[in-house]
């Protein structure tokens, strides 16, 4: 079992930058079912979507609405997972949530509670 919380979030104008923490109350990879960690966002009336996953051995991917401005990495513990968001666009604005899973399905795994972004014109 593996708990997620996700920080960081607020409120940013458009150009900005966010880095969001996924903080895990053991090192994430130790489960042995999981094996991605996903960010994942959702804005009012949207379906979630994937942003970034990380996979156990590291490799990384990013949806092309985000490519070139979002970074994710994680500490060398695995304890925490961020998400460091740059020239932020009033798109983004979305609830983002921490996701560690055995795939990348959007529903199955663990969940963090989510952490709001808002990102203003």
């Known amino acids: 079992q593996v708990q997620l919380v996700e920080s960081g979030g607020g409120l940013v104008q458009a150009g900005g930058s966010l880095r969001l923490s996924c903080a895990a109350s053991?090192?994430?990879?130790?489960?042995?079912?999981?094996?991605?960690v996903g960010w994942y966002r959702q804005a009012p009336g949207k379906q979630r979507e994937l942003v970034a996953p990380?996979?156990?051995?590291?490799?990384?991917w990013y949806a092309d609405s985000v490519k070139g401005r979002f970074t994710i990495s994680r500490d060398n513990a695995w304890n925490t997972v961020y998400l460091q968001m740059n020239s932020l666009k009033p798109e983004d604005t979305a609830v983002y949530y921490c996701?560690?899973?055995?795939?990348?399905?959007?529903?199955?795994?663990?969940w963090g509670q989510g952490t709001q972004v808002t990102v203003s014109s």
């Open positions: 053991r090192s994430i990879f130790s489960a042995a079912a999981i094996n991605a």
């Open positions: 996701n560690a899973a055995p795939d990348l399905n959007g529903v199955s795994g663990f």
């Open positions: 990380i996979t156990r051995h590291g490799s990384t």
